[in-house]
Protein backbone atom coordinates (compact mmCIF):
# COMPACT_ATOMS: atom_id res chain seq x y z
CA UNK A 1 0.00 0.00 0.00
CA UNK A 2 1.44 3.24 -0.87
CA UNK A 3 2.19 5.30 2.23
CA UNK A 4 -0.11 8.98 1.64
CA UNK A 5 1.05 12.50 1.58
CA UNK A 6 0.82 13.83 5.54
CA UNK A 7 -1.25 17.28 5.44
CA UNK A 8 -1.77 18.82 8.56
CA UNK A 9 -4.64 19.87 9.97
CA UNK A 10 -6.40 23.42 9.22
CA UNK A 11 -9.40 25.14 9.79
CA UNK A 12 -11.00 27.00 6.58
CA UNK A 13 -13.58 29.78 6.65
CA UNK A 14 -16.40 29.22 3.75
CA UNK A 15 -17.94 32.78 1.89
CA UNK A 16 -21.64 31.20 1.55
CA UNK A 17 -22.71 34.63 -0.02
CA UNK A 18 -20.40 36.92 -2.98
CA UNK A 19 -17.15 36.24 -3.36
CA UNK A 20 -14.73 38.97 -1.21
CA UNK A 21 -12.56 42.52 -2.61
CA UNK A 22 -9.53 39.89 -3.88
CA UNK A 23 -11.70 37.89 -5.76
CA UNK A 24 -11.94 33.99 -6.30
CA UNK A 25 -8.81 32.18 -5.67
CA UNK A 26 -8.35 29.83 -8.64
CA UNK A 27 -4.63 30.45 -8.98
CA UNK A 28 -3.91 26.76 -7.77
CA UNK A 29 -6.64 25.16 -10.21
CA UNK A 30 -4.84 21.96 -11.74
CA UNK A 31 -3.59 22.52 -15.58
CA UNK A 32 -3.23 19.03 -16.59
CA UNK A 33 -3.89 19.59 -20.69
CA UNK A 34 -2.40 22.55 -22.81
CA UNK A 35 -5.05 22.15 -26.42
CA UNK A 36 -5.74 18.47 -25.20
CA UNK A 37 -2.21 17.21 -25.18
CA UNK A 38 -0.88 16.22 -21.44
CA UNK A 39 1.37 18.22 -19.29
CA UNK A 40 3.09 15.30 -18.27
CA UNK A 41 2.97 13.51 -21.61
CA UNK A 42 5.01 16.61 -23.18
CA UNK A 43 7.40 16.34 -20.12
CA UNK A 44 8.26 12.97 -20.90
CA UNK A 45 8.71 13.33 -24.31
CA UNK A 46 11.06 16.52 -24.42
CA UNK A 47 12.21 16.81 -21.22
CA UNK A 48 12.18 19.17 -18.23
CA UNK A 49 11.59 22.01 -18.24
CA UNK A 50 9.63 22.70 -21.66
CA UNK A 51 8.22 25.79 -23.40
CA UNK A 52 5.03 25.10 -24.99
CA UNK A 53 3.16 27.12 -27.45
CA UNK A 54 -0.41 27.37 -28.62
CA UNK A 55 -0.78 27.66 -32.45
CA UNK A 56 -4.70 27.98 -31.57
CA UNK A 57 -4.49 30.76 -29.28
CA UNK A 58 -1.93 32.69 -31.47
CA UNK A 59 -4.11 32.71 -33.96
CA UNK A 60 -7.56 33.35 -31.81
CA UNK A 61 -5.55 36.43 -30.28
CA UNK A 62 -4.47 37.71 -33.54
CA UNK A 63 -8.42 37.45 -34.96
CA UNK A 64 -9.44 38.92 -32.14
CA UNK A 65 -7.03 42.17 -32.70
CA UNK A 66 -7.68 42.69 -36.26
CA UNK A 67 -11.08 42.35 -35.65
CA UNK A 68 -11.19 44.91 -33.22
CA UNK A 69 -9.23 47.81 -35.45
CA UNK A 70 -10.63 47.02 -38.71
CA UNK A 71 -13.99 47.13 -37.52
CA UNK A 72 -13.06 50.44 -36.44
CA UNK A 73 -10.75 51.96 -39.66
CA UNK A 74 -10.42 50.66 -43.26
CA UNK A 75 -6.90 50.16 -43.97
CA UNK A 76 -5.07 48.33 -41.08
CA UNK A 77 -2.01 46.66 -41.30
CA UNK A 78 -0.38 44.34 -38.48
CA UNK A 79 3.25 43.88 -38.49
CA UNK A 80 4.64 40.72 -36.03
CA UNK A 81 7.59 42.31 -33.88
CA UNK A 82 10.15 39.60 -34.21
CA UNK A 83 12.16 40.86 -30.62
CA UNK A 84 9.32 39.58 -28.99
CA UNK A 85 9.56 36.12 -30.51
CA UNK A 86 11.51 35.48 -33.18
CA UNK A 87 11.63 31.33 -33.28
CA UNK A 88 10.41 30.94 -36.88
CA UNK A 89 7.84 28.78 -36.48
CA UNK A 90 6.06 31.18 -34.86
CA UNK A 91 7.13 33.72 -36.62
CA UNK A 92 5.06 32.03 -39.34
CA UNK A 93 2.18 31.36 -38.07
CA UNK A 94 2.23 35.12 -37.94
CA UNK A 95 2.71 35.74 -41.20
CA UNK A 96 0.41 32.71 -42.66
CA UNK A 97 -2.37 35.33 -40.90
CA UNK A 98 -1.66 38.22 -43.18
CA UNK A 99 1.28 40.05 -40.37
CA UNK A 100 4.03 41.83 -41.85
CA UNK A 101 7.49 41.54 -40.40
CA UNK A 102 8.77 44.25 -37.96
CA UNK A 103 12.64 44.32 -36.87
CA UNK A 104 15.28 46.24 -34.72
CA UNK A 105 18.43 44.50 -35.50
CA UNK A 106 20.18 42.93 -38.97
CA UNK A 107 20.15 39.64 -37.71
CA UNK A 108 16.20 39.83 -37.13
CA UNK A 109 15.86 41.77 -40.53
CA UNK A 110 17.94 38.74 -42.40
CA UNK A 111 15.46 35.90 -40.14
CA UNK A 112 12.33 37.48 -41.43
CA UNK A 113 13.42 37.53 -45.29
CA UNK A 114 14.94 34.14 -44.51
CA UNK A 115 11.25 33.26 -43.52
CA UNK A 116 9.71 34.23 -46.88
CA UNK A 117 8.18 37.87 -46.34
CA UNK A 118 8.70 40.10 -49.25
CA UNK A 119 11.07 42.70 -48.89
CA UNK A 120 8.89 45.66 -49.07
CA UNK A 121 7.22 44.28 -45.95
CA UNK A 122 9.45 43.81 -43.76
CA UNK A 123 9.70 47.40 -41.72
CA UNK A 124 13.52 48.09 -40.35
CA UNK A 125 13.29 49.52 -37.08
CA UNK A 126 16.24 50.39 -34.44
CA UNK A 127 18.76 52.99 -33.58
CA UNK A 128 21.61 50.58 -34.62
CA UNK A 129 21.85 50.07 -38.37
CA UNK A 130 25.12 49.04 -40.07
CA UNK A 131 25.51 50.64 -43.61
CA UNK A 132 25.14 46.81 -45.30
CA UNK A 133 22.38 46.57 -43.33
CA UNK A 134 20.86 49.50 -44.73
CA UNK A 135 22.32 48.95 -47.90
CA UNK A 136 20.49 45.41 -48.22
CA UNK A 137 17.52 47.14 -46.95
CA UNK A 138 17.35 49.58 -49.60
CA UNK A 139 17.38 47.13 -52.12
CA UNK A 140 14.59 44.88 -51.11
CA UNK A 141 12.53 48.19 -51.50
CA UNK A 142 12.21 47.60 -47.54
CA UNK A 143 10.54 50.91 -45.40
CA UNK A 144 13.50 52.03 -43.38
CA UNK A 145 12.42 53.90 -39.77
CA UNK A 146 14.76 56.76 -39.05
CA UNK A 147 15.85 57.25 -35.19
CA UNK A 148 18.54 60.04 -35.71
CA UNK A 149 20.12 62.52 -37.74
CA UNK A 150 23.16 60.50 -38.15
CA UNK A 151 21.44 58.03 -39.27
CA UNK A 152 19.43 60.52 -41.81
CA UNK A 153 22.60 61.62 -42.84
CA UNK A 154 24.13 58.20 -43.62
CA UNK A 155 21.06 56.68 -45.32
CA UNK A 156 21.06 59.93 -47.79
CA UNK A 157 24.84 58.98 -48.70
CA UNK A 158 24.06 55.68 -48.82
CA UNK A 159 20.52 56.70 -51.72
CA UNK A 160 23.48 58.71 -53.62
CA UNK A 161 25.98 55.58 -53.68
CA UNK A 162 23.63 53.06 -54.74
CA UNK A 163 21.30 55.75 -57.02
CA UNK A 164 18.57 54.22 -55.30
CA UNK A 165 15.61 56.35 -53.56
CA UNK A 166 14.88 54.61 -50.10
CA UNK A 167 11.22 54.32 -48.77
CA UNK A 168 11.88 56.06 -44.76
CA UNK A 169 9.85 56.56 -42.10
CA UNK A 170 10.74 59.16 -39.28
CA UNK A 171 10.15 57.35 -35.42
CA UNK A 172 8.60 60.65 -33.57
CA UNK A 173 8.65 60.45 -29.44
CA UNK A 174 6.47 62.70 -27.72
CA UNK A 175 4.46 63.55 -24.53
CA UNK A 176 1.43 61.83 -24.01
CA UNK A 177 1.07 61.84 -20.36
CA UNK A 178 2.93 59.05 -19.73
CA UNK A 179 5.74 59.50 -17.73
CA UNK A 180 8.85 58.88 -18.19
CA UNK A 181 8.70 60.08 -21.74
CA UNK A 182 10.43 57.75 -24.20
CA UNK A 183 12.32 60.38 -25.80
CA UNK A 184 15.11 58.33 -26.27
CA UNK A 185 14.26 57.14 -29.40
CA UNK A 186 13.69 59.42 -32.64
CA UNK A 187 12.60 62.87 -33.01
CA UNK A 188 10.97 64.75 -30.49
CA UNK A 189 7.32 66.32 -31.72
CA UNK A 190 7.07 69.28 -28.92
CA UNK A 191 10.77 70.65 -29.39
CA UNK A 192 10.98 70.51 -33.61
CA UNK A 193 12.72 67.52 -33.91
CA UNK A 194 10.40 66.16 -36.04
CA UNK A 195 10.04 69.11 -38.36
CA UNK A 196 13.68 69.36 -38.82
CA UNK A 197 14.14 65.51 -39.70
CA UNK A 198 10.87 66.19 -41.99
CA UNK A 199 12.52 69.13 -43.71
CA UNK A 200 15.38 67.60 -44.44
CA UNK A 201 14.38 64.67 -46.19
CA UNK A 202 11.85 66.50 -48.47
CA UNK A 203 13.69 69.33 -49.42
CA UNK A 204 16.92 67.32 -50.07
CA UNK A 205 15.04 65.00 -51.92
CA UNK A 206 16.89 61.98 -51.95
CA UNK A 207 14.73 59.92 -49.56
CA UNK A 208 11.19 59.25 -50.27
CA UNK A 209 9.26 60.08 -47.07
CA UNK A 210 6.05 57.41 -46.57
CA UNK A 211 5.24 57.18 -43.37
CA UNK A 212 5.50 58.38 -39.66
CA UNK A 213 6.34 56.14 -36.28
CA UNK A 214 5.29 56.39 -33.25
CA UNK A 215 6.37 54.08 -30.07
CA UNK A 216 5.12 55.22 -26.78
CA UNK A 217 5.98 52.82 -24.02
CA UNK A 218 6.08 49.30 -22.94
CA UNK A 219 2.93 47.49 -21.27
CA UNK A 220 0.84 50.33 -21.69
CA UNK A 221 -2.27 50.64 -19.55
CA UNK A 222 -3.73 53.66 -20.59
CA UNK A 223 -5.70 53.66 -24.00
CA UNK A 224 -5.90 57.58 -24.46
CA UNK A 225 -2.08 58.00 -24.45
CA UNK A 226 -2.82 56.05 -28.00
CA UNK A 227 -4.93 58.97 -28.51
CA UNK A 228 -3.06 61.45 -27.80
CA UNK A 229 -0.37 60.15 -30.07
CA UNK A 230 -2.04 59.11 -32.81
CA UNK A 231 -3.51 62.59 -32.92
CA UNK A 232 -0.02 64.36 -32.81
CA UNK A 233 1.26 62.07 -35.58
CA UNK A 234 -1.41 63.00 -37.58
CA UNK A 235 -0.79 66.33 -36.89
CA UNK A 236 2.90 66.25 -38.46
CA UNK A 237 0.68 63.87 -41.58
CA UNK A 238 -1.38 66.75 -42.04
CA UNK A 239 0.76 69.52 -41.80
CA UNK A 240 3.11 67.83 -44.68
CA UNK A 241 0.06 67.58 -47.03
CA UNK A 242 -0.35 71.03 -46.56
CA UNK A 243 3.50 72.51 -46.21
CA UNK A 244 4.63 69.92 -49.23
CA UNK A 245 1.41 68.70 -51.07
CA UNK A 246 2.45 65.16 -49.92
CA UNK A 247 0.07 62.49 -48.69
CA UNK A 248 1.87 60.14 -46.33
CA UNK A 249 1.34 56.60 -47.16
CA UNK A 250 0.81 55.59 -43.37
CA UNK A 251 1.26 55.92 -39.98
CA UNK A 252 2.66 53.32 -37.58
CA UNK A 253 1.60 53.34 -34.63
CA UNK A 254 3.82 50.84 -32.60
CA UNK A 255 3.27 48.49 -30.25
CA UNK A 256 3.28 48.35 -25.89
CA UNK A 257 -0.29 47.23 -25.62
CA UNK A 258 -0.75 45.44 -21.98
CA UNK A 259 -0.98 41.54 -22.19
CA UNK A 260 -3.48 40.12 -19.45
CA UNK A 261 -0.15 39.50 -17.42
CA UNK A 262 -0.05 41.02 -13.77
CA UNK A 263 2.23 43.51 -13.37
CA UNK A 264 4.02 43.45 -9.51
CA UNK A 265 2.68 45.11 -6.83
CA UNK A 266 -0.72 45.33 -9.03
CA UNK A 267 -3.86 45.49 -6.47
CA UNK A 268 -6.04 43.50 -9.24
CA UNK A 269 -5.70 40.88 -11.64
CA UNK A 270 -4.48 41.71 -15.08
CA UNK A 271 -6.73 39.31 -16.76
CA UNK A 272 -9.58 41.94 -14.99
CA UNK A 273 -8.19 44.90 -14.97
CA UNK A 274 -5.75 45.51 -18.23
CA UNK A 275 -6.68 47.15 -21.78
CA UNK A 276 -8.57 45.23 -24.21
CA UNK A 277 -8.13 45.32 -28.02
CA UNK A 278 -10.84 47.19 -28.32
CA UNK A 279 -10.38 49.69 -26.19
CA UNK A 280 -6.37 50.71 -27.48
CA UNK A 281 -8.34 50.44 -31.36
CA UNK A 282 -10.92 53.15 -30.34
CA UNK A 283 -8.72 55.31 -28.88
CA UNK A 284 -5.86 55.17 -31.63
CA UNK A 285 -8.90 55.00 -34.40
CA UNK A 286 -11.28 57.44 -33.44
CA UNK A 287 -8.08 60.10 -33.02
CA UNK A 288 -7.09 59.30 -37.00
CA UNK A 289 -10.57 59.47 -37.70
CA UNK A 290 -11.42 62.67 -36.10
CA UNK A 291 -8.09 64.60 -37.35
CA UNK A 292 -8.99 66.05 -40.37
CA UNK A 293 -8.18 63.47 -43.24
CA UNK A 294 -10.24 62.99 -46.22
CA UNK A 295 -11.88 59.93 -47.40
CA UNK A 296 -8.96 59.44 -49.97
CA UNK A 297 -6.25 60.34 -47.77
CA UNK A 298 -6.24 58.33 -44.87
CA UNK A 299 -3.05 56.71 -44.51
CA UNK A 300 -2.93 53.07 -43.84
CA UNK A 301 -2.63 52.21 -40.25
CA UNK A 302 0.02 49.94 -39.14
CA UNK A 303 0.42 48.05 -35.71
CA UNK A 304 3.49 46.41 -34.29
CA UNK A 305 2.02 44.73 -31.42
CA UNK A 306 4.00 41.61 -30.14
CA UNK A 307 3.79 40.77 -26.39
CA UNK A 308 -0.49 41.17 -26.35
CA UNK A 309 -0.21 38.85 -29.64
CA UNK A 310 1.97 36.16 -28.08
CA UNK A 311 2.55 35.96 -24.28
CA UNK A 312 -1.30 33.98 -23.69
CA UNK A 313 -0.25 31.28 -25.95
CA UNK A 314 3.01 30.47 -24.11
CA UNK A 315 3.40 28.39 -21.25
CA UNK A 316 6.31 26.85 -19.15
CA UNK A 317 6.08 23.50 -17.88
CA UNK A 318 9.12 22.34 -15.40
CA UNK A 319 9.43 20.04 -12.13
CA UNK A 320 9.77 20.31 -8.06
CA UNK A 321 13.18 20.03 -7.39
CA UNK A 322 12.86 19.75 -3.09
CA UNK A 323 11.01 21.43 -0.42
CA UNK A 324 11.96 23.89 2.91
CA UNK A 325 11.45 25.59 5.05
CA UNK A 326 13.11 29.02 5.59
CA UNK A 327 14.07 30.49 8.82
CA UNK A 328 11.31 32.92 9.07
CA UNK A 329 8.70 29.52 8.72
CA UNK A 330 7.52 30.24 5.58
CA UNK A 331 7.56 27.15 2.62
CA UNK A 332 10.09 27.51 -0.35
CA UNK A 333 9.59 25.14 -3.18
CA UNK A 334 12.66 25.13 -5.68
CA UNK A 335 12.00 24.51 -9.25
CA UNK A 336 14.07 23.35 -12.12
CA UNK A 337 13.82 26.32 -14.02
CA UNK A 338 15.12 30.00 -13.33
CA UNK A 339 15.02 33.98 -14.06
CA UNK A 340 17.65 32.77 -16.78
CA UNK A 341 14.70 31.13 -19.05
CA UNK A 342 11.76 33.11 -17.40
CA UNK A 343 13.25 36.48 -17.06
CA UNK A 344 9.73 38.53 -17.20
CA UNK A 345 9.46 36.81 -13.47
CA UNK A 346 11.33 40.14 -12.82
CA UNK A 347 8.10 42.36 -13.24
CA UNK A 348 5.12 40.27 -13.56
CA UNK A 349 3.69 38.14 -10.84
CA UNK A 350 2.74 35.34 -13.56
CA UNK A 351 -0.03 32.91 -12.80
CA UNK A 352 1.21 28.83 -12.12
CA UNK A 353 -0.47 26.05 -11.85
CA UNK A 354 0.13 22.48 -10.50
CA UNK A 355 0.13 19.80 -13.54
CA UNK A 356 -1.72 17.45 -11.04
CA UNK A 357 -4.83 16.55 -8.85
CA UNK A 358 -4.70 17.93 -5.11
CA UNK A 359 -6.61 18.11 -2.04
CA UNK A 360 -8.07 21.40 -0.47
CA UNK A 361 -5.37 22.24 1.50
CA UNK A 362 -3.20 24.83 0.32
CA UNK A 363 -0.54 27.22 2.01
CA UNK A 364 1.80 30.30 0.82
CA UNK A 365 4.97 29.98 -0.25
CA UNK A 366 8.13 31.24 -2.24
CA UNK A 367 9.02 29.79 -5.19
CA UNK A 368 12.83 29.73 -6.41
CA UNK A 369 14.78 28.51 -9.42
CA UNK A 370 17.78 26.37 -9.44
CA UNK A 371 20.28 29.17 -10.22
CA UNK A 372 23.01 29.65 -7.71
CA UNK A 373 21.82 33.18 -7.05
CA UNK A 374 19.25 34.82 -4.41
CA UNK A 375 17.62 36.69 -6.63
CA UNK A 376 16.39 33.43 -8.69
CA UNK A 377 12.83 33.74 -7.33
CA UNK A 378 10.13 32.80 -9.48
CA UNK A 379 7.16 33.82 -7.11
CA UNK A 380 7.74 35.89 -3.98
CA UNK A 381 4.01 34.70 -2.56
CA UNK A 382 2.21 32.61 -4.62
CA UNK A 383 -0.85 30.21 -2.57
CA UNK A 384 -0.11 26.85 -4.13
CA UNK A 385 -1.02 22.90 -2.73
CA UNK A 386 2.00 21.21 -1.13
CA UNK A 387 4.05 20.52 -3.81
CA UNK A 388 6.70 17.46 -3.98
CA UNK A 389 9.73 16.82 -5.66
CA UNK A 390 9.11 15.80 -8.84
CA UNK A 391 5.66 17.27 -9.08
CA UNK A 392 5.08 19.37 -12.27
CA UNK A 393 4.21 22.84 -12.43
CA UNK A 394 3.06 25.27 -15.74
CA UNK A 395 3.75 28.55 -15.72
CA UNK A 396 1.64 30.61 -17.87
CA UNK A 397 1.16 34.01 -20.40
CA UNK A 398 5.39 33.26 -20.80
CA UNK A 399 5.42 34.03 -24.50
CA UNK A 400 6.55 37.49 -25.06
CA UNK A 401 10.24 38.22 -24.62
CA UNK A 402 11.51 34.85 -22.31
CA UNK A 403 12.59 32.89 -25.45
CA UNK A 404 14.64 35.93 -26.78
CA UNK A 405 15.84 37.34 -23.53
CA UNK A 406 16.90 34.21 -21.98
CA UNK A 407 20.31 33.54 -20.90
CA UNK A 408 22.88 30.51 -20.99
CA UNK A 409 23.32 30.61 -17.43
CA UNK A 410 24.44 27.56 -15.37
CA UNK A 411 21.54 25.48 -16.85
CA UNK A 412 21.20 24.88 -20.41
CA UNK A 413 18.24 26.52 -22.03
CA UNK A 414 15.14 24.26 -22.59
CA UNK A 415 13.65 22.98 -26.12
CA UNK A 416 9.93 24.77 -27.10
CA UNK A 417 7.49 22.80 -28.30
CA UNK A 418 4.32 24.47 -30.60
CA UNK A 419 1.07 22.80 -29.93
CA UNK A 420 -0.53 22.92 -33.61
CA UNK A 421 -4.27 23.26 -34.82
CA UNK A 422 -4.68 19.28 -34.53
CA UNK A 423 -3.68 18.98 -30.76
CA UNK A 424 -0.62 17.62 -31.76
CA UNK A 425 3.26 19.10 -30.13
CA UNK A 426 5.72 19.75 -32.54
CA UNK A 427 9.65 20.36 -31.43
CA UNK A 428 10.26 24.23 -33.13
CA UNK A 429 13.64 24.45 -31.02
CA UNK A 430 16.04 21.90 -29.97
CA UNK A 431 17.31 21.62 -26.59
CA UNK A 432 20.64 23.57 -26.01
CA UNK A 433 23.21 21.04 -25.46
CA UNK A 434 27.12 21.62 -24.16
CA UNK A 435 28.40 20.80 -27.71
CA UNK A 436 25.51 23.24 -29.10
CA UNK A 437 27.06 26.09 -26.66
CA UNK A 438 30.98 24.90 -27.20
CA UNK A 439 30.45 25.06 -30.71
CA UNK A 440 31.36 28.89 -31.15
CA UNK A 441 34.27 28.05 -29.01
CA UNK A 442 37.68 28.40 -29.85
CA UNK A 443 40.39 27.09 -27.54
CA UNK A 444 44.15 27.93 -28.39
CA UNK A 445 46.33 24.78 -28.98
CA UNK A 446 48.82 25.79 -25.76
CA UNK A 447 45.84 26.07 -23.23
CA UNK A 448 44.81 22.20 -24.77
CA UNK A 449 46.77 20.48 -22.12
CA UNK A 450 48.02 20.94 -18.45
CA UNK A 451 49.15 19.06 -15.59
CA UNK A 452 47.22 18.60 -11.66
Known sequence: ????????????????????????????????????????????????PLFAISERT?????????????????????????????????CNVFHQEGSWGEVVSGFEYQKAINNGVPGNKVIF?????????????????????????????????????????????????????????????????????????????ILTDKLELVGLH???????????????????????????????????????????????NTLKGSYLQGVDANPNFDQFAEAICAAILNSG???????????????????EAGYLLGTVISNKRLSDGRRATILDFGVNVMFTSFWYDHKISPAQEFSNYTEDCVLYGPLC????????????????????VVVHNVGAYNMTQWMQFISLRPAVVMIDMEHQPHLIRKRETLSSIESSEVKPDYLAKFKL
Open 373 to 392: MNIDVIRENVTLPPLKKDDH
Open 125 to 201: NGPDKTDEELKMAVRNNSPIHIDHLDELYRLTEIAEELKLRPRVAIRVNMDTGIYPIWDRFGFNYENGQAWDAINKI
Open 214 to 260: CHIGTFMLSPSAYGIAASKISDLALGIRKKYKRNIEYIDMGGGFASK
Open 58 to 90: IRQTYREATRAFKTRYPKVQFAWSYKTNYINAV
Open 293 to 311: FGTDELPLLILETGRALID
Open 1 to 48: MKKLQYERPLIQRLNAGLMNKFGMRTEYTPLTHIDDVSVVKLLEDFGS
